[in-house]
């Protein structure tokens, strides 16, 4: 038996492809409502096909629960919870506690501990380890990190063909661990340690959010000299070798690229070290809502008071419902407190903060294209000749010219 503790964007994902390559799966989480619909082939996850989950369930193969007691004999425990931040970027790890103590109360001798969740620097070795160990009086225990890299709604690359890495604390464990993940992913790496695997993870998004920031900072450069910063990146991006585009954006969402620069610089600290260019990519990022204020005041001459804005797309990403530190949440709220009349349109999220999602509507002072979800019309907004800013960041051409 496998139980995946957590049962998210990450954990869900693993379940079902654990049970898929045959293994009798547990998919435990502690909110009992989450448990309930997934019994009943319910997921907001855009790449979870709910027919698929009922058919894992009546073959025996999949179980929800969300009492971690009911099922005995796991010889697998992988560990999917979320890792966010406190209210001072720090790493907010109860959910892990949680996890750990909640595996602690079931897990057996021999059993493998496989840490998915992203976290600072030595978190398996000088947290996850000694937790479990303490709680459960048990030292056979292997334990193994293998970072996800789950994209939800990217279609192209999904668990099976994104490449795995795992490092562990003994060879035994992580034989055992690529054992399991060559049965459900096409490519698996081993590192040497977990701290390689775990700094790996943190590297890949901070590179995201160092460059990122680099284009938003770049996009301020081309405002203020009269040129468009996009059209000046995909003339950079003709040079076939060293350069990779970004593009500018009112700031980045999600669980990964906001959330784990700060978990680096969390662990540099851990030793010592200065993280001059990750704090101020980290700085430019987050206060990048607020400048999209400001600009936008410009636009409309200065003042938006009473103006009604409508912004499209308020989800981190297009085609998903994740609402995860995104900074079109931050958005709505600061032109709220700049006295706009502001509502939003959003496919995939329905309910925020006790309002409701409107259709796109052509009547509004200023249209703001945040999140361009791929169902949206814009013709509505174009055949009647709505004042519209484009600041989604991609390449695509919906009508208006790239705001910044």
């Given at each position: 038996?496998?139980?995946?503790?957590?049962?998210?964007?990450?954990?869900?994902?693993?379940?079902?492809?654990?049970?898929?390559?045959?293994?009798?799966?547990?998919?435990?989480d502690?909110?009992?409502?989450k448990?309930?619909n997934?019994?009943?082939?319910?997921?907001?996850?855009p790449d979870?096909?709910?027919?698929?989950?009922?058919e894992?369930?009546?073959?025996?193969?999949?179980?929800?629960?969300?009492?971690?007691?009911?099922?005995?004999?796991?010889?697998?425990?992988?560990?999917?919870?979320?890792?966010?931040?406190?209210?001072?970027?720090?790493?907010?790890?109860?959910?892990?506690?949680?996890?750990?103590?909640?595996?602690?109360q079931?897990?057996?001798?021999?059993?493998?501990?496989?840490?998915?969740?992203?976290?600072?620097?030595?978190?398996?070795?000088?947290?996850?380890m000694?937790?479990?160990?303490?709680?459960?009086?048990?030292?056979?225990?292997?334990?193994v990190?293998?970072?996800?890299?789950?994209?939800?709604?990217?279609?192209?690359?999904?668990?099976?063909?994104?490449?795995?890495?795992?490092?562990?604390?003994?060879?035994?464990?992580?034989g055992?661990?690529?054992?399991?993940?060559?049965?459900?992913?096409?490519?698996?790496?081993?590192?040497?340690?977990?701290?390689?695997?775990?700094?790996?993870?943190?590297?890949?998004?901070?590179?995201?959010?160092v460059?990122i920031?680099?284009?938003?900072?770049?996009a301020?450069?081309?405002?203020?000299s009269?040129?468009?910063?996009?059209?000046?990146?995909?003339?950079a991006?003709?040079k076939?070798?060293?350069?990779?585009?970004f593009?500018?954006?009112?700031?980045?969402?999600?669980?990964?690229?906001?959330?784990?620069?700060?978990?680096?610089?969390?662990?540099?600290?851990a030793v010592?070290?200065?993280?001059?260019?990750i704090?101020?990519?980290?700085?430019?990022?987050?206060s990048?809502?607020?400048?999209?204020?400001?600009?936008?005041?410009?636009?409309?001459?200065?003042?938006?008071?009473?103006?009604?804005?409508?912004?499209?797309?308020?989800?981190?990403?297009?085609?998903?419902?994740?609402l995860?530190?995104?900074?079109?949440?931050?958005?709505?709220?600061?032109?709220?407190?700049?006295?706009?009349?502001v509502?939003?349109?959003?496919p995939y999220?329905?309910?925020?903060?006790?309002?409701?999602?409107?259709p796109?509507?052509?009547?509004?002072?200023?249209?703001?294209?945040?999140?361009?979800?791929?169902?949206?019309?814009?013709t509505?907004w174009?055949?009647?000749?709505?004042k519209?800013?484009?600041?989604?960041?991609?390449?695509?051409?919906?009508?208006?010219?790239?705001?910044?």
């Amino acid at each position: 038996m496998i139980t995946v503790v957590g049962q998210g964007y990450v954990g869900l994902p693993i379940s079902i492809a654990a049970a898929e390559a045959g293994y009798n799966v547990k998919g435990f989480d502690i909110d009992a409502e989450k448990i309930l619909n997934l019994q009943q082939g319910i997921t907001d996850s855009p790449d979870i096909d709910s027919n698929r989950l009922l058919e894992l369930q009546s073959l025996g193969k999949l179980k929800f629960s969300s009492n971690i007691h009911d099922q005995s004999q796991n010889s697998i425990f992988i560990i999917a919870v979320p890792t966010p931040l406190d209210l001072n970027y720090k790493p907010d790890l109860r959910f892990l506690e949680s996890a750990c103590k909640s595996i602690a109360q079931v897990v057996e001798s021999g059993s493998l501990i496989i840490n998915e969740s992203t976290s600072f620097i030595g978190t398996l070795r000088n947290f996850i380890m000694p937790l479990i160990k303490n709680a459960s009086n048990l030292e056979d225990l292997d334990f193994v990190v293998a970072p996800e890299r789950i994209d939800p709604g990217n279609f192209n690359w999904n668990l099976r063909n994104t490449p795995r890495m795992i490092g562990g604390i003994h060879q035994k464990g992580v034989g055992k661990a690529k054992e399991f993940y060559d049965k459900i992913c096409d490519n698996v790496s081993i590192v040497s340690t977990p701290e390689v695997a775990e700094a790996a993870k943190l590297f890949e998004n901070t590179f995201r959010q160092v460059n990122i920031a680099l284009v938003n900072e770049f996009a301020e450069i081309a405002a203020a000299s009269g040129f468009s910063s996009h059209e000046a990146i995909m003339a950079a991006a003709t040079k076939p070798f060293g350069f990779m585009p970004f593009f500018p954006s009112i700031g980045t969402g999600g669980h990964c690229i906001p959330v784990d620069p700060s978990y680096l610089v969390y662990s540099a600290g851990a030793v010592g070290i200065q993280t001059k260019l990750i704090g101020s990519a980290n700085s430019i990022n987050r206060s990048r809502p607020l400048i999209t204020v400001e600009r936008i005041k410009n636009f409309l001459g200065g003042e938006i008071k009473d103006k009604y804005i409508q912004i499209a797309g308020i989800a981190y990403k297009p085609d998903i419902s994740d609402l995860r530190e995104s900074p079109a949440v931050e958005l709505l709220d600061a032109l709220e407190k700049n006295g706009a009349r502001v509502t939003w349109s959003d496919p995939y999220i329905k309910f925020l903060n006790g309002k409701k999602s409107t259709p796109l509507d052509p009547s509004v002072d200023l249209g703001l294209i945040v999140t361009p979800h791929s169902n949206f019309d814009f013709t509505i907004w174009k055949r009647s000749q709505t004042k519209v800013l484009d600041l989604s960041a991609n390449q695509k051409n919906f009508g208006w010219p790239k705001f910044f």
